[in-house]
């Protein structure tokens, strides 16, 4: 029933709650934090809120270590607090999607201090433990049960002296991986998930729920030249019971609840593989989140990154309406709290940043699909200027930077790498005005302010019909006035330049054209005649340049349009 995918229609704000908003001068965004910002989500349209997480954490990767998953952090507030801001939320018609972190704890979770605690513990087996084994050569030392790398760098298993075994962790070392074969583990997950939605929550936004099954043999993955470690990935994600798992949630907890929304983590999925979590029909997800495109600039590893050519990043999306076209729904996204920021990676954050930024908008909120902002996007908020490893904050980025200096590498080189795909960019805080820390604290916050806040923030744009915001605004209403742009099909046109993206959005009689020049260049598209027929008495709904009307006139660097008829 078409109540049931609501989430069609709706856009979805993440928060990332260290960055958002900090009310009590500590520096460190705040549960109340957010409470004081509920009219800039309200003016922006937006019907979901998606929280990153506010639970007891030691921190070590920002909250993605849980030590107690029916809690909240004191950094964040208290329960009443969350009680209080999920009110707030339905109050003014937004929903609330929680994040649930469950490949993975904290080392400090109690249940993985009693599995650690000795090999015949009740909760041993909560977790994934390994012998050693044996050297290459005789007297050679002990190593890990796989060669797999981690994606903070270094081995994905940690010896535990205690007990004289390797535990998994794909992450840091202070998270290790819950063994989901433990039918108890899944029983008191699905548990703690029932309990956040009798408390009013929304659905879940579920961390890397693609790697909760894995390969049962441990095979060891092959490894690159020169690489100390191997790439495990295909052993340790899409293992064989994942859907199993899924549907199993799905029934042990989401049966008989009404109008939620799932939405999977799942990198490194398949186009092939994405409608397996997403079809209605096999009743598992709302809809995965894809990597693809935020891997496109990947060159040897995520850290040296290649320049794209024009066109590919349209072409990717449109490879992904296709492939979801029948079965499946696409999460759409440019942005998180893992990504450098858009208009930085995929725009041009110097003389075209307002441009650029709004046309990248526009390409996305008009596919098929439910589109994501992540707090800031909606500013055009840029990368930071960070220069020194003192700049950063993050594990990933920490890790690599000592990994790879350790290896030999020049510092300025890992550093040249941090300075354009450190998740540290989306993590600097929310640029609201132009005071000495941009209206998110009193102090001086927890990572540095972007020093363009003095002329990059929401104050600045809430009055300005042109400005980022208020064109994120405009592609939020027209998702809820227009239900081509939620249900109708995807159709690419071919406009003789790559670096245009153009398409057209049908339902029944009604229909939608989108034309962005995704470069810093002036072009002009040619459309096939056709289309050029019927667009000829315009309707152009909506643009971001004071360009020329006609749907075929040529497009300055950036300008997207919109047509709707
Ligand atoms: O950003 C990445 C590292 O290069 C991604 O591979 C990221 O680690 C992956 O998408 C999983 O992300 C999620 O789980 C991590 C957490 O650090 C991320 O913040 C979270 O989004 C472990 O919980």
């Known amino acids: 029933p078409a109540s049931s995918q609501w989430w069609k229609s709706a856009v979805v704000y993440q928060i990332y709650p260290r960055s958002f908003q900090d009310s009590d001068g500590d520096g460190i965004g ?3 934090g957010i409470l004081q910002r509920l009219d800039h989500l309200e003016r922006l349209g937006v ?16 909250g993605y270590d849980i030590s107690d998953y029916q809690g909240i952090d004191p950094v964040f507030g208290t329960l009443d607090d969350f009680d209080e801001l999920l009110t707030a939320l339905h109050s003014r018609g937004m929903r609330l999607v929680m994040d649930l972190v469950v490949n993975h704890t904290s080392d400090e979770h109690p249940w993985f201090v009693q599995s650690r605690s ?13 012998p050693p084994r044996a050297g290459h050569a005789p007297g050679e030392p002990d190593r890990e049960p796989t060669n797999w790398e981690s994606f903070f760098s270094g081995p994905t298993w940690t010896l535990d002296p205690e007990t004289g075994e390797y535990y998994l962790h794909l992450f840091a070392r202070k998270q290790p991986d819950l063994n989901w074969e433990n039918p108890e583990v899944r029983q008191a997950v699905y548990e703690m998930m029932r309990w956040w939605l009798d408390r009013g929550v929304d659905g879940f936004r579920m961390d890397v729920i693609n790697l909760i099954s894995k390969n049962p043999d441990y095979p060891d993955g092959p490894v690159r030249p020169g690489a100390e470690y191997g790439d495990g990935f295909a052993h340790y994600s899409a293992g064989p019971r994942l859907h199993e798992y899924l549907q199993e949630m799905r029934r042990e907890v989401f049966d008989g609840r009404g109008s939620l ?18 079809d209605p029909a096999r009743r598992e997800l709302d809809m995965v989140f894809q990597f693809e495109h935020v891997s496109l600039d990947h060159g040897n590893g995520k850290f040296r990154p290649r320049a794209l050519e024009p066109g590919e990043l349209a072409a990717s999306f449109t490879e992904w309406q296709d492939a979801l076209a029948d079965a499946g729904w696409n999460s759409l996204y440019l942005a998180n709290h893992d990504q450098p920021r858009p208009v930085s ?8 940043w307002r441009e650029s930024a709004t046309a990248l908008a ?12 992540y707090q800031g996007e909606e500013l055009g908020m840029t990368n930071a200027p960070f220069h020194a490893i003192e700049d950063y904050r993050d594990v990933e980025s920490l890790n690599y930077y000592a990994d790879a200096v350790t290896r030999g590498e020049k510092p300025e080189r890992v550093l040249s790498g941090l300075m354009r795909m450190s998740r540290d960019h989306a993590r600097t805080p929310v640029q609201w005005d132009a005071s000495a820390n941009a209206g998110f604290s009193t102090v001086v916050p927890w990572i540095a302010v972007n020093p363009n806040h003095r002329h990059v923030n929401a104050q600045a744009q809430y009055g300005d019909a042109a400005s980022v915001f208020s064109h994120y605004r405009a592609l939020i209403a027209l998702r809820h006035r227009l239900p081509v742009v939620a249900d109708g099909d995807f159709e690419r046109l071919d406009v003789g330049a790559p670096a245009v993206f153009a ?11 989108v034309i962005a020049n995704l470069s810093s260049s002036a072009v002009t598209p040619h459309l096939p005649e056709a289309e050029r027929e019927y667009w000829r008495d315009e309707r152009l709904i909506l643009n971001n340049v004071d360009g ?7 497009l300055s660097p950036w300008e997207a349009k919109v047509y709707a008829r």
């Open 548 to 554: 020329e009307d006609r749907a075929d006139a040529a």
């Open 30 to 32: 705040d549960l109340q």
């Open 261 to 278: 929304l799932t939405v999977g983590e799942t990198p490194g999925v398949t186009k092939d593989a994405a409608p397996l979590f997403s």
């Open 503 to 513: 398409f057209r959005r049908t339902l029944g009689a009604q229909r939608l054209l």
């Open 345 to 352: 990676r995929f725009g041009d954050a110097g003389e075209w």
């Open 118 to 130: 000795s090999i015949h513990s009740a909760k041993r087996d909560w977790y994934i433990w390994r």
């Open 362 to 373: 526009t390409v996305l909120h008009l596919q098929r699909g439910t589109p994501y902002v």
């Open 47 to 62: 019907d979901v809120i998606w929280l990153s997480p506010i639970y007891p954490s030691p921190q070590a990767d920002n």
